[in-house]
């Protein structure tokens, strides 16, 4: 009821790849909007996908939202600096009590993404 779940989420070309860190719990969802080639994505279908990955992740009664990382590998999604800002608002909205944005090179272990969350 208290406890608050930190969440990875990876963004794909075509879908969400989320985690509890920490965790076994994970879920997948498909989410065509996220193409980027034909310029900024459809935010409002991005706002369902991410809704639904995270009742998914964390569902149930919390009096915390679940706090999250949103990684856009640079081999798979290159958002612009608008779409991280809106990507970031978008996830906030959907049931993320603050979200941050990586472009890391490489996926994210739990013992480093435990340290993130740790420090900040």
């Known amino acids: 009821m208290f406890r608050k779940r930190n969440l990875y989420i990876q963004v794909f070309p075509d879908h969400f ?30 706002r369902e996908a991410l809704t639904h990955l995270v009742n998914e992740l964390a569902p149930g009664f919390s009096l915390r ?6 990684h856009f590998i640079p081999e ?10 809106m990507f970031k608002r978008t ?21 480093e993404l435990s340290n993130v969350f740790r420090a900040l």
């Not at 996830?91 to 013992?111: L, P, Q, V």
């Open 76 to 85: 798979h999604y290159q958002p612009t600096q608008h779409q991280l800002e």
């Open 17 to 46: 790849m989320g985690r509890v860190v920490g965790e076994d719990r994970r879920a997948r969802r498909d989410c065509h909007a996220l193409d980027n080639s034909r310029g900024d994505p459809d935010f409002s279908r991005i």
């Open 65 to 70: 939202k679940p706090t999250a990382l949103m």
């Open 91 to 111: 996830a906030e909205r959907s049931g993320i009590s603050f979200c941050w944005m990586s472009k890391w090179e490489t996926a994210n272990t739990d013992k």
